[in-house]
Structures are given as structure tokens and as C-alpha cells.
């Protein structure tokens, strides 16, 4: 049952004015340390705002920006003319057309020795597959993965390269081939005999080198891949180019969006600095830690939306794009509607394989902390992920165990005997709100490293908390973020009510337009 409509209005008008007070907070800070966050970090000259300078210390966006504007666009470009060619003239040879582009595109921008070590990655993945064991085939996984990170190899690739980013573009396409191949060699191990031809070497090396998915995802796993390519479709050029045009001007927004925000919040440099985080007032701490997902957010819709528009202009129907942050309200839904690729795979993979949850409790507490280890060293392995992965885990855990406590028949009578169903969601707002703090908690561990959480944690948590025991002091942090977090989670409640797809990205839209007109304003 939805809430009243006035007391709904009330939420979104707080919480949309509790967004901007915290940005002009965040932004306040950022111009306080302007100067020292130049000093120490070099901040660059403003490129959508003259006169502005930009945070340039979120690695992964001016990688991957410099990247693009540099070489990938333009082999993007060339695989979507292929496509389209080879779509016009010769559909049925479209998966290998776009296998040897692959190929040439890997060849041109990583060179031959980058090129084999991807192909002796497949060769040996295809190889091992063949003896039809899903445990060797981790094992083989695992062990190419491990290679990453030997110093040795590290070092002997490094020598490949003229400099640190071209070795940086081998060691992330790497890693995600690793998945790719994984994927794939599961599926041969699956299938029986009959289904062989599609699982072929040849497959494999079309999925492997598919380009829009090539150096950074998103993941697709194999069936979903082979049958949608194998699917032959009516082409229209009108139609795709309609869905062009209108996904690069969506993409182009995203991109103007984000480059705003790290002009006028220098987030990942005030980061990786302790003394302003310490000094910051609640309200600015709250404001750089909704910029900083909210960035991680925004980066993504454009880092996974090129690949997804050329996905879907290759007729292909790409995973869906990450829902916005500001409505997780949950573990559980932050894995299942943000990176939607790698969930499938976690799940299809590693989590039912071990049991899940039609096991015992021990076996879904296993396969859960298997699923979140492989996660972690996936992506690095860096101690600050196991706390990542340590804290999703347990998150996920508590969300189970209290939805199962809850299911319980006796309990839900009585629940439903003492409270009135809009009772029961403003009470399950503020039982949601208590783990969204965790989940914004692991998220920034996850985004800024194991000294940001530790800051949080101190000045949120334990000094919050101290404030509101004490009488004298008016610092009323944890009050404040239980307040503002339980608004948030009685609006994605009643977005997710509405409609799952539709809501979600409407209410992210209508922040993002505030957050705009806050940067017109100022």
C-alpha cells in the first residue's frame, strides 16, 4: 500500500533539497581546498567550463576518456560500420566478419604479442574444456587470472610497451577476457555432445573478440551471446539509425553530467586526502560521499552505454544499463541492478553451482562468500576489496536472515495484527535505512580505499553517535543520515511499486536536473 500522496511529496521535497544542500556543501569544501588539492595533485585546466579547474584523480574515467578520444572511438566506429555492412550484405557471416575485425582491432591497438597472449588465454581455456570437468576449468581460470598479478610477468609485459597506459589497457582487457573465457568453457562442459558445433573453437574466438564488450564489458555470458548472434533479423537502417543518433545524444548528456560534477566537486581529490575529510562538517562529508557514487553512477551509464548502443545496433540485446544509486536501498539490489553482466555471471556460475539458495545454511553461507571472494580478487585483490567483499557478504547474509525471520507465518500475524500496511513501510524504511548506511559504507571503502571508510566510520558513526548521547553537543550526524537515508529508501520503495524500469530512471533524471540547475545557480 502506497503512502499518502502529500507525506510522499514531503519525502521528495526533502530529499531533493537535502541532495542540493549537501552538493553546495561538498562544493564549499572543494573550493576551500582548491588550492592545496592543486598543489598536491595538479588539478587540469576546465574543459566544459573555462575558468573551472577538474578533478583529474578518478584513474578509471581519464583512462578510459583519453582511450577513446585517442583510439577506441575510432575502432568502435569501424566495428559498427562492419556490422552494418555485413548485417546489409551478408547476415549469416556477421559473427565471423565481426570476429576478424576483432582480431585486427586487438592486433592494431594492443600489438602481436598482446594479440597472442589473449589468444593463449582462449587456446588453453578451449583446450582444458575439452575434458568436461566444471572444477578444472576454475582451476585453469583461476591460474590464467593469477598470472596478472606475478611480478615477473608483470614485468616482462611492461618492456612490450613504450609506456604505463598501454600496458594498463593489456592488463584490464585481460582481465576481462578471463571472464569471457570462463564463461564460455563452462558452457561447452555443460553441454552434451549434440550441441558441440555451437560450442566450437571458432565460437569461442567470436565471443572472445567481440569488440564493443573487448577491453572493459559489460559481461555477457556465452548462451545469451550465441543464440542472440546466431538470431537473424529484418534490418532496417532507418530503425538503427534512429537508435543511433538518439543513444549518442543520451550518452553525450551522461558525459556532460559527469565532467560537470568533477568540476565543480573535486571528490576523488579531496579523497585521497585525509585532513579535509576529517575537518568537513556532516553535511559535506554526506555531499562528497551522494557526488562520489553518484559519479561512479553516472561514469558507468557511459563507460557500459557506447558498448551497450553498438550491442544493440549489432541486434543483440545488451545487459541493462546500472540503476541509480540514490534507490538502492539494499545489497541485494545494489548486485542485482548495477552491474547486471557481472551478476548474471556471479550468479549462473559461481553461486547456483555451489548450492545457493536451495541449499542448507552453510551451503548458502559458502556459496555466497565464494561468489564475494572471487569478486574481490577479480578485481584486484587489494585488501581494501576483501573488506568490500567481507562487509557485501555480511550485508547480503543479515538481508536473508532477516527476510527469512520475517516470512516466518507466526510472526507475519502477529505483524500484521499490531500494525497497519502503512505502518509496516515506514518501519521497513527505517529497518532498510540501517543497511543502506552499510552499503554506502562498503561502496566508499570500495571507491576511495580502506582509509575513506575509516573516516566515515569515525566521524559518522562513532562521533555521530556521541553526539546525539550528549546533550551539549548540536552535531546531530547519525540522526541526520537515519533521517535522510529513510526518506530515500520510502521513495524507492514507492518508485519500485509503480514500476520497476520506468520509475527508476525517471526519479534518477529528476535528481540529475536538480543537480543541473544547482550548477546553472552557481
Known sequence: MLLPAWEMRLYVLLAVGSHLYAFYEAHRVSRKYEAAMDRRFGLEPGTLLKGLKKDPMDFEWSYWIEWGRERILWLLAGHLLVSQVSRLLVEKYKPWCLMVYGMAACWLLLGIKGFAVILLHATIS????????????????????????????????RKWYDSENEYYLLLFTVSVRCLFCTSFSLEYCWHGPAQKSSHSFLWMLAYVFYYPTFHNGPLMNFDEFSKQMRRQ??????????????????????????????????????????????????????????????????????LYGVPALLLQMDGLKPPALPCCVSLMHSFTKMWRSFDVGLHRFLVRYIYVPMGGSQSSLLGTL?????????????????????????????????????????????????????????IRRRLHAVLASVCTSMLILSNLIFLGGNHVGKIY???????????????????KGLVEEYFFLMREVLIGFCAKKRSPTKITTVSCSFVQRFLLLFIAMI
Not at 585525509?274 to 561514469?299: I, M, N, T
Not at 580478487?377 to 576483501?386: A, D, F, V
Request: glycine share 6%; aromatic share 16%; charged share 10%.
Open 126 to 157: 578451449f583446450a582444458v574444456a575439452q575434458f568436461q570437468l566444471s572444477l578444472l576449468t576454475w582451476l585453469c581460470s583461476l591460474l590464467l587470472l593469477s598470472t596478472l598479478r606475478i611480478p615477473a610477468v608483470e614485468e616482462a609485459k
Open 233 to 302: 533479423e529484418a534490418f532496417s537502417l532507418k530503425t538503427n539509425l534512429s537508435i543511433l543518433i538518439v543513444g549518442i545524444i543520451r550518452i553525450f548528456f551522461w558525459w556532460c553530467l559527469a565532467e560537470l560534477m568533477i568540476h565543480l566537486m573535486y571528490i576523488h581529490a579531496l579523497y585521497s586526502s585525509a585532513p579535509p575529510l576529517e575537518a568537513a562538517s556532516y553535511w559535506a562529508l554526506g555531499g562528497l560521499a551522494l557526488a562520489q557514487v553518484l559519479f561512479f553512477y553516472v561514469k558507468y551509464l557511459v
Open 366 to 422: 559458502f556459496s555466497t562468500a565464494l561468489t564475494f571472494a572471487f569478486v574481490s580478487y577479480w578485481h584486484g585483490g587489494q585488501s581494501y576489496l576483501w573488506y568490500w567483499g567481507a562487509l557485501n557478504w555480511l550485508g547480503v547474509i543479515v538481508e536473508n536472515g532477516v527476510k527469512r525471520i520475517l516470512s516466518i507465518s507466526l510472526i507475519q500475524e502477529l505483524i500484521e495484527r499490531c500494525f497497519s500496511p502503512r
Open 457 to 475: 566510520w569515525n566521524r559518522i558513526f562513532m562521533e555521530g553517535s556521541y553526539c546525539c548521547q550528549s546533550p551539549t553537543l548540536s552535531n
